[in-house]
């Protein structure tokens, strides 16, 4: 760790890094940070006002922050952990090399490290690694002036006052949430369970998944959620502002997945130029593979094809027609899914949702397809021979099969997913499009020689 002092910077070099911040507000600061080099941004941190630095590394949108906080002295470093709120320290502290860790854990409150040896033995993406352990809790026999005192006294070191937590006073145990609302509208002299609500509180286990938080958080409209043991005591708490910084990656990873590569940890500047190959080359390369039966599936109707070479002309058509049904069905799956209004037990109601509509669809397009081929020939655009009827007829009733296909496979894939325990985001639209050209030329062919035989074939 680098370990020059705050103090051997001169009063000029300060304010010429100190400068261009001056004025800003704390995310124009943060984003003018961002845009520095770790060195220079480390250099810059030491000639900010202290109080400015701590709001900035306070907020998520602030980008190489362990990397800064291992170039900072180590007794600056430690400050700075101590400042910021703790499920944010963590964040930061657990990026940290062992050695850097160790070297700061020595200088570290004992409070901080308290808190952060409990946030970091959580999951990731769980409700106990996303909680703060900065909350305002009072006992259940204070009046609404003491506990107003008590907030007066302890905010600033607390990441929100907006809820606060009633107690038991013996047991610890959470009996009653307020909000501060009601807090200041009611009587000083009134217990503090006179304004508190009436129903219990929600509350969540500490290994509860993130994306239940952001649904329960939603649907009972909570500024925090607290998060309790088995005996009710409350072990912190998750704000909004950090269940929507996590859900915004969650669903960025989720967007990843979806064009058919792996979740990037970090910012597309931020990755490596081998680390970005490493992500993209193994789902590009199992797409690949899943293309090449695309072709065997097209040498095993060579023969037809050197009969009607007309038919070579939809196969892009056809083959994008089933992928685009499908990618809409599982986009559509894999959001409903994720926000729990469908559950695994209802594949069977998507199953017989999805496949009249994959037939109507499917008989749109036909029919566009049929009066395209009808025009082209009869306006002399295009010649597709005498049985350019029968062709239309193939090429609609092709696309019928497919879309539906398409829909119905795009629709249980997330499922699938799902229920063999991978993220249903996994089911990617190249993965669905792939599947779909394979079973497409199938379906299509197979039509063809239906129609065909004895004409063309």
């Given at each position: 760790m680098n370990q020059t002092s705050r103090h051997t910077f001169d009063a000029a070099a300060a304010a010429r890094l100190a400068a261009p911040f001056a004025g800003l507000n704390i995310a124009d600061g943060i984003e003018r940070l961002n845009a520095l080099e770790p060195t220079q941004a480390a250099a810059t941190v030491l000639a900010l006002p202290w109080?400015?630095?701590?709001?900035?590394?306070d907020r998520s949108e602030l980008q190489h922050?362990?990397?800064?906080?291992?170039?900072?002295?180590?007794?600056?470093?430690?400050?700075?952990?101590?400042?910021?709120?703790?499920?944010?320290?963590?964040?930061?502290?657990?990026?940290?090399?062992?050695?850097?860790?160790a070297g700061l854990a020595g200088r570290l409150g004992a409070g901080t490290l308290a808190s952060?040896?409990?946030?970091?033995?959580?999951?990731?993406?769980?409700?106990?690694?996303?909680?703060?352990t900065e909350f305002v809790s009072v006992?259940?026999?204070?009046?609404?002036?003491?506990?107003?005192?008590?907030?007066?006294?302890?905010?600033?070191?607390?990441?929100?006052?907006?809820?606060?937590?009633?107690?038991?006073?013996?047991?610890?145990?959470l009996l009653r949430m307020v909000s501060l609302r009601r807090l200041i509208s009611g009587d000083p002299e009134a217990s503090i369970l006179d304004v508190a609500q009436e129903t219990a509180p929600v509350t969540v286990a500490p290994l509860l998944d993130q994306e239940e938080i952001a649904r329960l958080i939603r649907r009972h409209d909570l500024l925090a959620i607290p998060v309790v043991d088995d005996a009710g005591h409350v072990l912190g708490i998750v704000t909004v502002d950090d269940i929507i910084d996590t859900m915004i990656a969650e669903t960025t990873e989720d967007v990843q997945k979806f064009g058919g590569m792996a979740a990037l940890e970090k910012p597309y500047m931020q990755i490596g130029f081998g680390h970005m190959i490493r992500k993209r080359a193994g789902w590009l390369s199992a797409l690949f593979l899943g293309e090449m039966l695309t072709a065997s599936a097209m040498q095993h109707y060579e023969g037809a094809l050197s009969q009607a070479i007309v038919l070579t002309l939809f196969i892009p058509l056809i083959m994008s027609s089933g992928g685009n049904s499908g990618s809409q069905a599982t986009s559509l799956l894999i959001r409903g899914l994720a926000l729990h209004e469908v559950r695994l037990r209802d594949w069977w109601r998507v199953a017989l949702r999805e496949l009249p509509t994959g037939l109507l669809l499917g008989t749109l397009l036909g029919v566009i397809a049929i009066v395209r081929i009808a025009v082209w020939q009869i306006a002399g655009f295009h010649d597709y021979g005498a049985h350019w009827e029968l062709i239309a007829a193939t090429v609609g009733a092709a696309l019928v099969g497919i879309v539906t296909f398409g829909s119905l496979s795009g629709s249980m894939l997330p499922f699938a997913m799902q229920r063999l325990g991978f993220d249903p985001a996994s089911a990617s639209a190249p993965f669905v499009a792939t599947l779909v050209d394979v079973t497409g030329l199938v379906i299509y062919f197979s039509i063809a020689s239906m129609i065909l035989g004895g004409t063309l074939l």
């Open positions: 109080p400015r630095v701590i709001d900035m590394f922050a362990s990397t800064i906080i291992a170039l900072l002295p180590g007794d600056d470093a430690a400050r700075l952990l101590d400042g910021i709120a703790d499920d944010r320290a963590a964040d930061i502290f657990v990026e940290l090399d062992d050695a850097t860790r952060l040896r409990t946030l970091m033995r959580y999951p990731p993406g769980t409700a106990g690694s996303l909680m703060t006992p259940a026999h204070w009046t609404v002036a003491e506990t107003l005192a008590h907030i007066r006294h302890v905010e600033r070191s607390r990441e929100t006052v907006y809820a606060i937590y009633v107690l038991d006073a013996q047991t610890r145990a």
